[in-house]
């Protein structure tokens, strides 16, 4: 069970789409008959869309933003796909969802990312799922959270939905960062490699919460092997009455498409420069948080230091010191890092640490020279 062994590869879901890999496009949201149909017929006309998503029911953070145009909405995705000749694909949240959606021919479910963070939810929406033979897309939880996402999965797959595949769409980033969710493509990396044929998804227009990375997202998502991709696009994105900022216009999405690059069929030597390539993404994440938490630890020992000045405190204390050594040497070992490892990077962080806190003290007391002489 735990290998997902029965799922069907991406080229299987729809006879007739015979692509490993799946573009879905759509908006956000879906707010009018004449922005789904206009939407639709540009993405169509690209040729390159093989889904038009949109949300009709929008699980929004607060209360009092756009919650979705209900079963309206469904409407217009039955004329996109019978005018317009795409197929669709919605959210779903709950079992009421699902039976509505089916109701309207709906080709393809996703669950959303606070869905997928409640096990409760995903339970009844995978029991209301049962002998149903359309394919479920699992977004990842809002937390960075492995066993959750990979619970969902499990609960889908246990009601017999053997068309499954994962959306990776970042996660919820605790400290300012340029993108709206922190990719943390370990995750999906990790995901892949406990799971070789789950089908993964990336959804770049949700990781990057702003148009201009969802480039570079994308063909990430491709170097790393992804599934396909899930993009938002709107007709007038400027108007767009949910997630405004990083909607494509179908022109732009189509121009997206164009410039990504994929690689051709590997060869076994390529398949391990492939794989030690994927590893080394792995690493690349990694780092790149290390540093944004050093950053972030630096600037904590700046405010840290401004305060010690202002209450004539000095900065090196010893207990504290001694502290911070034996806890983290402990966290370590627990870790499996040696004494030693923990002891030489700490004793490298602090030094940056004291000398940013000089800096903030010596600073302090020249304003404060200053100003007397005034
Ligand atoms: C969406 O796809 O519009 C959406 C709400 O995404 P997420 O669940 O990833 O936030
Ligand atoms: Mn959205």
Known sequence: MDSFNELFSVSEWFTDITHDF?????????????????????LKSSGKVHLFRAGIWKPRTRPGTFEGIGEKGLEWLKQVKEEVG?????EVANPAHVEKAMQ???????????????????QELAESLKGVDIPVLVKNPVNPDIAMWIGALERFYNSGIRKLGAVHRGFYPFEATKLRNIPKWEIPIELKTRFNNLPIFCDPSHISGVRQYIQEISQKAIDLN?????????????EALSDVAQQLS???????????????????DKKLSGILETLREQIDSIDKQIIE???????AVEKIGAFKSKNKVTI???RRWEKIISSRVEQGAKLGLSKYFIKELLQLVHKE???????????????KNENTDE
């Open 86 to 90: 795409l197929r669709t694909a919605v």
């Open 353 to 367: 640490s004291i000398q940013k806190q000089a800096d903030v003290m010596n600073k302090q007391s020249y304003n």
């Open 22 to 42: 799946l573009i879905i496009g759509g908006p956000c949201s879906a707010e009018s008959e004449s922005q789904m149909i206009k939407t639709a017929r540009a």
């Open 293 to 299: 938490l050093l950053a972030q630890r630096m600037s």
């Open 104 to 122: 309207y021919e709906v080709d393809l479910f996703w669950v959303g990312a606070r869905t997928v963070s409640n096990p409760f939810s995903v």
């Open 250 to 268: 179908p022109f732009e999405f189509s121009g997206l498409l164009d410039n990504l690059v994929f690689r051709e069929i590997e060869s076994n």
């Open 226 to 238: 992804m599934n396909g991709l899930m993009i938002e696009s709107h007709i007038k994105p400027e």
């Open 316 to 318: 090196f204390q010893l």
